[in-house]
């Protein structure tokens, strides 16, 4: 768990986050929501990661219109097969193999569309780019997030 991550919430905040995520409200949903009904101005990675830290999963529809619980492997295999980055191009994110002084990680990232950047978490578990040129797609990063994920569980 990320330093700061569980902090940023109290607990009826985290109650609707479990139950908008059980109303099948996507992640950008969650943040809109939580931004417009709670004043708080949450990363779509912080709400990923805060996501994370609780265990709260979203609900998603298969194809057979059941509820089903979509783990963090079904979101990127979906991801993967809908998205239109991942036909065109996949987004690259490199780790740094010498992290940036005052970062606990940093990287690089290339999208398929030509923006590129260094990303950067920091001690608080704050997330932010430098060097950033171009920009990229809602799509694209979605699957840059997606990727920076799966990049972490394996570091």
Known sequence: MMAG?????????????????AEKVDLNGIQKKLQSEFGLHLTYMEVRFLMLDHGIELVTETE????????????QQTMQ??????????????????QLPGTLLSGKAHFPG????????????????????????????Q?????????????
């Open 114 to 141: 030509g923006a590129e950047g260094a990303w950067q978490i920091d001690q608080l578990g704050r997330f932010g780019w430098s060097q950033l040129s171009g920009t990229p797609s809602a799509d694209e990063m």
């Open 5 to 21: 991550m569980s902090t940023m919430v109290n607990e009826q905040q985290l109650a609707a986050i479990k139950a908008w995520a």
């Open 81 to 98: 097969e809908t998205s239109p980055v991942e036909q065109s191009g996949k987004v690259r994110v490199e780790l740094d193999d010498l």
């Open 64 to 75: 057979k219109g059941t509820p089903e619980a979509s783990s963090p492997d079904a979101q």
């Open 143 to 155: 699957s840059f997030q997606q990727e920076l994920t799966a990049l972490l569980r394996r570091a």
